[in-house]
């Protein structure tokens, strides 16, 4: 439940599964009016640009977008992270009299955004570079069989691909004493911000196919390439940002140490259909949604509209 007023700062979640057209709709409904905070995990990271489906530069020079390409693909960056810097961009874009959008893909991030973070104290910067380390040395799985014995709750809670939040907790643990699933999330989004949450969905048979032309297009525009090119320029596969999808399935199916290039393609759009069907099941805890087909732009504005007219 929201305690916010009509006083607070009006934000727009835009959200939905990957390969839904958020962008598509974004590109046909707002001006430079608006301003867009990236909301996906990977879109974070520099040099990653076609697995990653940023927003093409036309659209980027016509509406502003932040929090893309502001870490290395070797940097680690968590929802906490997020959560100040889009605090920081959105008290920025409302003081130049802009309606903010958080647009993407990444529900953990959206989530905390609406209710906040958890207060877990500061866990000292060498205790997060060992554990980082030890990813490296020893890998995720090791990692991940320690975490299901100091935090059984966090390890069924995270995905067996999910690097960030397994690092994350094992270092809060090491850290603190403490399990992270042991600090409370807040359960009233926060004050300061009025929210109106739209998602997007299509059938999903639609979604399917939608998903695999993308992943055919990414493939046509030089994905392998841009592979290619991340390792040149000396970066690693336990790097946090070639773990995500379009990017992990380059190094899990190699044989003598070459890729085998249709098995990753059809990996990945595997991977990707299942991603989107774990996106829509967390999507559905966030309160208080209006749902649409990315058709429904007439209805989508009018919304809109009514929001910032401060009749919802």
């Not at 996906?40 to 530069?57: C, E, N, W």
């Not at 802009?98 to 959206?110: A, D, E, I, M, N």
């Not at 890729?259 to 559905?284: D, H, M, V």
Request: glycine share 8%.
């Amino acid at each position: 439940m929201s305690i916010a007023s009509k006083s607070s700062i009006p934000v727009i979640l835009l959200f939905g599964p990957t390969g839904v057209g958020k962008t598509e709709l974004i590109e046909e409904l707002f001006d430079s009016r608006y301003e867009i905070i990236n909301t996906d995990s990977q879109q974070v990271y520099r040099h990653l640009d076609i697995g990653t489906a940023k927003a093409p530069a036309q659209l980027r020079n016509k509406i502003k977008h932040h929090l893309i390409d502001i870490v290395d693909p070797s940097e680690g960056y968590d929802v906490g992270r997020f959560v100040r810097d889009a605090d920081t961009v959105l008290r920025e874009i409302d003081s130049r009299g802009h309606v903010t959008v958080l647009c993407g893909g990444t529900s953990f991030y959206f989530l905390h955004f609406l209710y906040g973070l958890p207060q877990v104290p500061e866990v000292p910067p060498d205790i997060r570079g060992n554990i980082t380390l030890r990813l490296r040395r020893e890998g995720r799985q090791a990692l991940r069989r320690e975490l299901e014995q100091v935090d059984p709750p966090s390890a069924a809670r995270i995905h067996p691909h999910d690097t960030q939040r397994l690092l994350r907790a094992l270092e809060v643990f090491h850290g603190t004493g403490r399990r992270i699933s042991d600090f409370p999330v807040p359960t009233q989004t926060r004050g300061e911000y009025r929210f109106l949450n739209i998602g997007l969905n299509r059938d999903r048979t639609e979604l399917y196919r939608r998903i695999d032309s993308r992943v055919e297009s990414m493939w046509e525009q030089g994905l392998l390439a841009e592979i290619k090119n991340l390792l040149a320029m000396g970066y690693h596969e336990e790097d946090p940002g070639l773990r995500g999808i379009g990017y992990r399935e380059f190094f899990l199916m190699r044989r003598a140490g070459e890729f085998i290039y249709p098995q990753i393609r059809e990996e990945i759009k595997k991977n990707s259909r299942r991603y989107a069907k774990r996106q829509l099941s967390f999507f559905r805890r966030i309160p208080e949604v209006r749902w649409f087909h990315p058709d429904q732009k007439t209805e989508v504005k009018n919304l809109i509209d009514r929001f910032l007219s401060s009749r919802l």
